[in-house]
């Protein structure tokens, strides 16, 4: 999606970094080394209070990795966060994407476990409408450096509407197995750079000998 000059770093150090490096490459080379710059905020505690060995309040992410999962610390340090913005997290937070990391695993785990029946060959248009949609607004929002709000809508679509109703739909028959299954491989596709340790698993599952990180980005009639 970016171009390869971007540069991402933390606001606090915009004039002490990314303007030296900006003024020293452009008179060294000529040319500036990079052209965007994405400056995230600052993580902070559950209470909106700068961490601090001093206060004992640091998250140490090697001690929510082993409790909650390296995919659960990523997704709520990015889920919801907005460029230029300090972002508070907090134990209610790597919970709730730990809880989000099981639903997707056990919504895969379902699907794939299903016997393929020829009497479940159905396909729902507005179904694969659906997911077209999601395609090109996650798409969309990536684009745009919204990464925050892209995590938001894979995180709510992928539980509200794959899971309490697609699913459920799919046990009755009104979707395909195929169906279901190709909308499970497309929201692995977009939560992949979110959620690449969960997703890359599951995906081996659904495709063996294939690599989820080598796959294309899925794109949609409208892009």
Request: proline share 4%; net charge negative; charged share 20%.
């Amino acid at each position: 999606f970016y171009p390869t000059t971007v540069m991402e770093t933390g606001y606090d150090i915009l004039p002490f970094w990314v303007m030296r490096m900006l003024m020293i490459g452009q008179f060294t080379t000529g040319t500036l080394p990079f052209s965007t710059v994405y400056l995230h905020g600052l993580v902070r505690d559950s209470n909106g209070k700068k961490m601090s060995k001093s206060k004992g309040n640091v998250v140490n992410p090697l001690e929510i990795i082993d409790q909650y999962g390296s995919d659960a610390l990523r997704m709520a340090l990015v889920i919801r966060s907005t460029a230029g913005l300090d972002k508070s997290v907090g134990d209610a937070d790597f919970k709730a994407m730990r809880n989000f990391t099981n639903k997707l695993w056990n919504a895969a785990r379902f699907i794939t476990l299903q016997k393929e029946d020829t009497a479940l060959l159905s396909q729902d248009v507005e179904f694969e409408k659906h997911v077209q949609e999601v395609i090109s607004q996650v798409t969309q929002q990536l684009q745009e450096y919204k990464l925050g709000l892209a995590a938001d809508t894979l995180y709510n679509e992928f539980w509200h509407w794959f899971c309490d109703i697609c699913i459920e739909e799919a046990k009755s028959g009104k979707i395909g197995q195929a169906q279901i299954k190709s909308g499970l491989e497309t929201f692995l596709l977009l939560l992949h750079p979110f959620m690449p340790f969960v997703t890359e698993t599951i995906w081996q599952e659904l495709r063996p000998g294939t690599i989820l990180s080598l796959a294309e980005w899925p794109t949609s009639p409208a892009q």
